[in-house]
């Protein structure tokens, strides 16, 4: 048996740091500044200490290299707390506050981002009181008396948050009726799931703590998955006609509607997560090994039953889990809608957001008339499949 001192312990330490920051971090700046604050954590330094040497150093840095140190902080092996409080120095990096004042509040904007992905980082790894302090700290900034970050509090932390949008974790899914269509189809759906179940590649691994949790998305991007709908035609011909959910009302950001397919296997967590903007909302039906499943929205336990939706905020922190003595997998079909809320006037004195560049030329009655011809042509290829077979019809 071999014993190491505490100085053997801390130079081991180093060394397969340092192989870490070279293999993520791409300029010398950032691979020196990482290893002198590696340095000081493994050498008993106060974080505090810690951190007023870095500050000054980050914030003389150009902003894009700030960003890559900070990617790298969270990638490489460590305290969680001494990389999370290394992000935050860096979301306060000057041409990062720039854009709290440059951009709206319906735009992705630097320093909330990076506050976001640091008390994420808190949240996954279940650091509660350092996540809940960070949120302190974020709210607290301001300008000429105004908060810039207008986070309500610790259990809502997205990218995007927009003022006056109804907030509440669980919402009556019978605002969505096209729902209980889905649920009473719920195991044809299932059917066609498991026959393409090969298509299921690893969800998130920033976000997996352990097991495995997989994903296949059927509508990303604002565009559907045409290969993955001739796996699951049924299931494409229930839910094409329903998005967009709020026709008309344009975008904050490119995840604001998606339907995604969520598997887990027994022993699988996914740690505490919110979701890019308040303004989504979660349909969550769950079709197989809801009874084996715990999730948890905003600090809240929820049931999960085979056949049933469940229906919360995505800007809620949630996390699920797969008991270890499970039902072998567990399958859920998840949409993201729109906040039944939200319309044009909800973005207020915003001049854009991530995906509509100019919000004062949007045209509602050209995005609906564009949706109209969506609709056509995506009947014209029902009818189309329905002409080779009725088994690729709709049921009556």
């Known amino acids: 048996m071999i014993f190491l001192t505490r100085d053997s312990r801390h130079l081991i330490c180093l060394f397969f740091f340092d192989l870490a920051v070279q293999s993520v971090a791409e300029s010398s700046s950032c ?19 810690a951190l007023q040497e870095t500050r000054v150093t980050l914030a003389a840095m150009k902003l894009g290299d700030a960003l890559s140190c900070a990617e790298a902080a969270l990638s490489t092996e460590g305290d969680v707390v001494w990389a999370a409080r290394f992000v935050e120095e860096v979301a306060k990096h000057p041409e990062c506050l720039d854009e709290m004042y440059t951009k709206s509040e319906a735009q992705t904007r630097c320093t909330q981002k990076w506050y976001k992905i640091a008390i994420h980082s808190l949240a996954v790894k279940e650091q509660n009181l350092e996540a809940q302090a960070m949120w302190h700290r974020a709210t607290n900034l301001s300008a000429n008396g105004v908060q810039l970050i207008g986070w309500p509090s610790p259990l809502q932390t997205p990218t995007v948050w927009i003022s006056g949008l109804g907030s509440q974790p669980i919402w009556d899914c019978t605002r969505w009726p096209f729902l209980a269509i889905l ?3 719920a195991s044809e759906i299932l059917q066609e799931v498991q026959a393409g179940a090969a298509k299921f590649a690893t969800a998130y691994p920033y976000l997996t703590q352990k097991g495995t949790w997989q994903d296949m998305f059927l509508y990303r991007g604002h565009e559907w998955n045409a290969s993955l709908c001739a796996y699951l035609p049924r299931t494409c011909q229930l839910l094409v006609p329903e998005l967009p959910t709020r026709p008309g009302v344009p975008y904050i950001t490119v995840y604001n509607e998606e339907i995604v397919f969520f598997r887990s296997e027994p022993g699988a967590a996914v740690g505490a997560h919110c979701g890019s903007s308040n303004a989504v909302i979660n349909l969550h039906l769950t079709l197989l090994g809801g009874r084996s499943t715990m999730l948890r929205v905003g600090g809240e336990e929820v049931k999960l039953r085979d056949g049933h939706a469940v229906c919360f905020q995505d800007s809620y922190f949630h996390a699920i889990e797969h ?3 499970g039902e072998p997998e567990r399958i859920s ?9 939200l319309e044009l006037r909800s973005y207020g004195d915003s001049r854009s957001t991530d995906v509509v560049p100019d919000l004062a030329t949007w045209d509602a009655a050209a995005a609906l008339t564009q949706e109209l011809d969506e609709l056509r042509t995506q009947y014209r290829a029902l009818a189309a499949s329905c002409a080779l077979g009725p088994g690729l019809c709709p049921a009556e």
């Open 323 to 325: 008991q270890a003595h």
């Open 31 to 49: 691979r020196k500044i990482l290893l002198g604050w590696n340095a000081a954590r493994t050498a008993g330094v106060a974080l505090e200490t």
């Open 333 to 341: 079909l998840v949409i993201r809608v729109m906040h039944p809320e």
């Open 183 to 185: 649920e009473a189809a």
